[in-house]
Structure formats: structure tokens, C-alpha cells
């Protein structure tokens, strides 16, 4: 198999298990919402979510992308088994540590997100699923390793109908709070069962390595600090939120935030099939000028869909919401192009890992999350929650910035300059969007249009390409 096709095939499919995956939670938030009309109750769900977020990152220790990196090194089956099981033997470790941390402190932790012990009882029940769900990313991964598609497409129906099939009864018949809780772990318990059932065989402490361990906790550990500041950037808005406005505010950006969410169905399609392709293909001659076309393709993907869809959304909050969620329109431009930079990071950043120079991935996010809280806190009192999201979106765009420079100077990555003004572009139009255009539908489209117009003429080049290549596809 070729490797465009590889790449492509795995990006299609991973796509479309996204696409099922995610589509689902987006088409049952309006059904949600209007069950739940309290925003304040969807605010309190979701930074119970926000704190499972954040102590995965301790939980998982980056061994999962360690994992990935190692099974590749060797290809015989005793090797694998021993990364595997390794990994897990760690992780089992850190988990339960993790979790017992969170029990532990359960009030403080209330107290923190709530300035209030009220929630206690439900910060300890996330102490048990960061622990399990932790496990379940290291369980699940031979299944990614292996590069076996159809079972996460099959997943990826299962495992939100689950969810949704217990949270829905729950909080008509019980208690909204309670079912949108209990929603989520039923999920991570049942994904676990479900992992274990398949790639049990790949797990045995009998193969664990204290070597192998070792070494993939020295590539894992400098990604730890990674993962703690992709919380930033996705959570601890939602915390400063909280605490500098109320949950309330809080609960109509986590709906917004997760209407932006359907820009994950690019993002999953990449994430799903970036990694099996990046290091199967790492030793390649070629491979710096094959991972700058990714990054710049990629970029272009990101730009062009976030043109056509932002003068859309205003009118598509008030179709699917009613009340003041239909306020989440304002944070759904800027979230919904953020995952879509971290494509671009990861594409980059990828070439660190390779080398097993992953610090500068930590030292370029440290700086873009960084910048993300102190915009929070400027923000957020000026612009509310949209603030919030205009500080995400920057915090991102610098860290992108900083690795692509990082690659560029190592000789990792090339960068040409109609990409660079494709990006520029993008600024502008984000600018204009929010001094000039006033969020109309006419104006907003006529601008989209313009932008996306300019970029596919700096790439008419490659689209004759891509059309000719469609016209032989057809022809055969």
C-alpha cells in the first residue's frame, strides 16, 4: 500500500468513526439542553469533566504515546507483549494513586471548581473514573497499534448510545445532575469491559520489563507536563470562568464549546490515523518534505472550513437552543479552529518525538498556555466567556508558531510562504469578523467567501493536480 493512500484511508476511516462519534453527543446537546434548562446544572457537569481531564494526565503519564513509540522498534510478538505490558504495569500503578489523591481530597477539590463542599460525593466518583478510564487508554491502544479500523467505528456507535441510553432516563426520571454523570462513567466502564475482551491477550505482568518500562517512562514523563497543559488550554478557562463570572456562564460555554466540537471530526480523522502512519513511515528518506505536506494541507483543511462555517453559526444557535444557550454562538468560531491547530502541532511536533527530543513539545505549549491563562484573566472580565474563547484560540496559535519555527531551524520541517499568508489571511478575517462585521449572516458569508476565494487560488496548482488525478481515478 502506497503511503498517500495509507495516510488517506487511515484519515477517511478514522474520520467517519469521528464523524459517528461525535455526532452523536452534538445532535443530543439541543435535546439535552431543553431537558436540562438550568445552565448552571450543564456548568457543574462539565467541570466534573474538566477535573476527569485533568488527573488522566497524571493517571496515563504519557505512556500511551510512548507505547506507540516502542511497539514499533521491534517487530517481533514477544517485544510488543513486553511494551504492553509494561505500560500497563505503570499506568496500574499511577491510576490508582491518581484516583486516590482525588478521593482524598475530595473537599478541597469541591471548593476549588464549586466555592462549595456541596459536590463532594461526585468529585470522588470522578476519582474512581479518572483511575479506570486511565487504564482503558492503555488497554484500548494494540487496537490503534494494530491499526484495526472497523473496530472503532463499531466503538464509536456503541459507546455514545451506552452514555446516552443511561444518562436521558436518568434525568427525566431521577435527577438531571445524576444522569449526566452517571452518563459519562457508564461510558468509561463499558469501554474498558469492551477493550479488555479484545486486547487482554496483549496484556500479562509476567512480560513486564523493567527496561523497556524505564525507557518508556523517560519518553513518556517530559510529555506528562504535555497533556497537564492541553488541560489549560481546554479546561481551565471553564475553572476561571467559574470563578470570575458562575456556572451558569459556565454551562453556556461548554454547550458552545461543544457545537465547536464538530471540527473533532477533522481532528479525529487525523489523530486516528497520524500516529500508525508517522512512525511506520519515520525512517523514510523522504520524510521531512512528506510530513511538510501534511502540516500545510492540513493548515489549509483548517482555514477553508472554518471560513464556511463561521457566519453559519449564529443562525444555527437559535435553531437548535433555546434560552440563553443560544449565546454559546459567540465561543464557537474560535473552539471549533483551536483542535484543528493542534493538528498542525502534533504534525510538528511529531518530527521532536522522533528524535526523542520531546522537551521542546512541553517548552512551546508551556509558553502558548501561558499566554491562554494570562488572556483568560484579561479577558474574561471584558469580554465574558467569548474572552475566554478568544484566549484559547491565540494561546494555541502561538504554540504552533513557536514548534514550527523549532522544526524549521532543525531542519524537520519546510514552510512555504503562501502558507504563511494563508495563515495571515485567517487573522484578519477573525478580526474583521469581530470589529467590522458586526456577526450578519450577508456580510460574514461575503467575507468567507472572499477569504477562501484568495486561498484556493495560492493553491489552484495543487487542486489541477487533485482534479486530474480524480478524472484518471474515474476513468479506470
Excluded at 60 to 76: I, K
Excluded at 225 to 249: A, E, G, H, K
Excluded at 434 to 447: C, E, H, I, V, Y
Aim: with cysteine; hydrophobic share 55%.
Amino acid at each position: 500500500m502506497s503511503r498517500a493512500r495509507l495516510f488517506v484511508e487511515n484519515f477517511l476511516v478514522y474520520g467517519m468513526t469521528g464523524i459517528i462519534g461525535k455526532a452523536i453527543p452534538v445532535v443530543m446537546v439541543p435535546i439535552i439542553t431543553r431537558l436540562i434548562p438550568d445552565t448552571s446544572i450543564y456548568g457543574v457537569s462539565d467541570l466534573l469533566h474538566v477535573l476527569v481531564s485533568f488527573g488522566s494526565a497524571f493517571a496515563v503519564l504519557g505512556m500511551y504515546d510512548a507505547m506507540f513509540r516502542m511497539f514499533f522498534d521491534d517487530d517481533t510478538q514477544e517485544h510488543k507483549l513486553k511494551v504492553c505490558s509494561s505500560a500497563l504495569s505503570v499506568v496500574a500503578l499511577s491510576s490508582t494513586i491518581t484516583g486516590a489523591i482525588v478521593i482524598l481530597f475530595s473537599k478541597s477539590l469541591s471548593r476549588l471548581l464549586f466555592t462549595t463542599d456541596v459536590y463532594q460525593i461526585w468529585v470522588m466518583l470522578m476519582g474512581v473514573q479518572i483511575a479506570l478510564g486511565a487504564l482503558d487508554s492503555i488497554i484500548a491502544a494494540p487496537t490503534r497499534m494494530q491499526n484495526k479500523r472497523k473496530v472503532y467505528v463499531v466503538l464509536s456507535v456503541v459507546t455514545p448510545l451506552i452514555s446516552y441510553g443511561i444518562s436521558v432516563p436518568l434525568i427525566l426520571f431521577v435527577d438531571p445532575l445524576f444522569g449526566l454523570i452517571m452518563g459519562g462513567f457508564a461510558s468509561v466502564v463499558s469501554k474498558l469491559f469492551i477493550f479488555w475482551v479484545l486486547n487482554g491477550k496483549w496484556f500479562s505482568f509476567r512480560f513486564a520489563d523493567r527496561r523497556l518500562a524505564l525507557e518508556m517512562f523517560k519518553i513518556g514523563l517530559p510529555l506528562m507536563p504535555t497533556f497537564l497543559i492541553y488541560w489549560v488550554f481546554n479546561s481551565f478557562d471553564r475553572v476561571m470562568i467559574s470563578n470570575m463570572l458562575d456556572t451558569s456562564q459556565n454551562g453556556i460555554y461548554a454547550v458552545g464549546a461543544k457545537v465547536a466540537s464538530i471540527s473533532q471530526l477533522i481532528y479525529s480523522g487525523f489523530a486516528g490515523g497520524w500516529q500508525y502512519f508517522a512512525f511506520s513511515t519515520m525512517k523514510d528518506k523522504d520524510q521531512v518534505q512528506l510530513t511538510s505536506k501534511v502540516f500545510e494541507y492540513l493548515g489549509i483543511i483548517s482555514f477553508v472550513a472554518t471560513f464556511l462555517i463561521m457566519p453559519w453559526l449564529p443562525l444555527l444557535f437559535k435553531i437548535l437552543f433555546t434560552g440563553d444557550y443560544i449565546l454559546g454562538y459567540q465561543v464557537a468560531p474560535y473552539l471549533f479552529l483551536s483542535p484543528l491547530l493542534l493538528m498542525l502541532f502534533q504534525t510538528s511536533g511529531n518530527q521532536l518525538l522522533v528524535i526523542k527530543r520531546s522537551y521542546w513539545v512541553t517548552i512551546s505549549l508551556v509558553i502558548g498556555a501561558g499566554l491562554n491563562v494570562l488572556l483568560n484573566y484579561l479577558m474574561i472580565p471584558v469580554l465574558g466567556i467569548e474572552g475566554a474563547s478568544i484566549a484559547t484560540l491565540t494561546g494555541y496559535s502561538c504554540s504552533v508558531v513557536i514548534m514550527a519555527v523549532i522544526t524549521i531551524k532543525m531542519k524537520l520541517l519546510k514552510v512555504r510562504r503562501r502558507f504563511i499568508l494563508s495563515a495571515v489571511i485567517t487573522t484578519l478575517f477573525f478580526v474583521m469578523s469581530k470589529l467590522f462585521l458586526n456577526k450578519t449572516l450577508l456580510p460574514w458569508f461575503a467575507a468567507s467567501l472572499l477569504s477562501v476565494g484568495i486561498i484556493l487560488f495560492l493553491y489552484r496548482e495543487e487542486l489541477k493536480k487533485l482534479k486530474g488525478r480524480t478524472k484518471r481515478g474515474r476513468s479506470v
